[in-house]
């Protein structure tokens, strides 16, 4: 190889080295800012494909799009000085690249630092005004409005950071507490059932009674019924003997003494004391009488 084509060759991967270290992309999810010497010369590099100074010249990215901050569970007291622990997240976004540099040298886990710090105090300060009624559900969301927007217009002006939303993930009381709250939950449900208990056996009595009131109305209503129909029987069946006596009195006679006889006699066991003159045997005597 000769001495130009070594030159050549230098010189090309030269060209390309510096041409590599002076270009650089800045994506659609990214806010940068380009530095010379440390200091910043654009605060705001837009999407796309730009060029810069090797060595003079550095560029800071940092990721745009909407970060979640899980924070973690503190312990937080109401207006009635009763503990809770409270879980909550944040939603936060880089609004000032600017400001968020200077303020953060663009450290994200500095950041997340400096916004759980906030959260907690502002968390500690709304909750320590309302009452736990109040936090759980009364004023919850009005809580978190008040919070997110007193804590976005300081980290704004301050990170340059957008607070977009903050929520509370969950509301636990502490260990005894809650199963103080238990014991009370527990023992109100028992008295709630045993309320409901006596108000059931209460109707159960009164449905019984309405039920035994009824059987002895409709028993003492069939009886009645009875006796008129048997009533109306025997005044029937007395009105049928009365006219067949009044059509042949002397047959009906000695029919009725007949059947005197069969339900006398019917039991071989029975002993009656008579005269034979009686009138009980007046048919039996007249039996060996001629008919004239």
Sequence with gaps: MGTRSFVFLAGLLLVLTIGSKSA?????????????????????VKPGLHFKFPIVNEVRKF?????????RPQDYLTLEKKRLIV??????????????????????????????????TGLRNQFGQRTLTEVVSGEREELMVELRNELNEIST??????????????????????????????????????????????????????????????LAEAFREAETLRGEGDATAANIYAKAYRQ??????????????RNTFSDKNDVMVLEPSSEFFKYLNRSGEQTP
């Design 24 to 44: 650089y992309i800045v994506k659609e999810t990214e806010r940068a800012v380009l530095l010379r010497f440390g200091e910043i010369v654009n605060p705001d």
């Design 63 to 71: 990721d745009g799009r909407v970060q979640t901050l899980d924070v």
């Design 87 to 120: 879980d909550s997240f944040l939603k936060w976004r880089i609004a000032n690249v600017k400001t968020y540099y200077r303020s953060t040298s663009g450290d994200e886990f500095r950041a997340a630092d400096i916004l759980a710090s906030r959260v907690d």
């Design 157 to 218: 002006e301050e990170l340059g950071i957008e607070v977009i939303d903050i929520r509370v993930k969950r509301i636990d009381l502490p260990t005894e507490v809650s199963q103080s709250v238990f014991e009370r939950m527990r023992t109100e449900r028992e008295r709630e059932a045993r309320e409901l208990r006596s108000k059931g056996k209460e109707l159960a009595e009164g449905i019984r009674a309405d039920a035994d009131r009824r059987k002895t109305v409709i």
């Design 248 to 261: 042949d009195p002397e047959f009906y006679s000695f029919y009725r003494s007949l059947a005197a006889y």
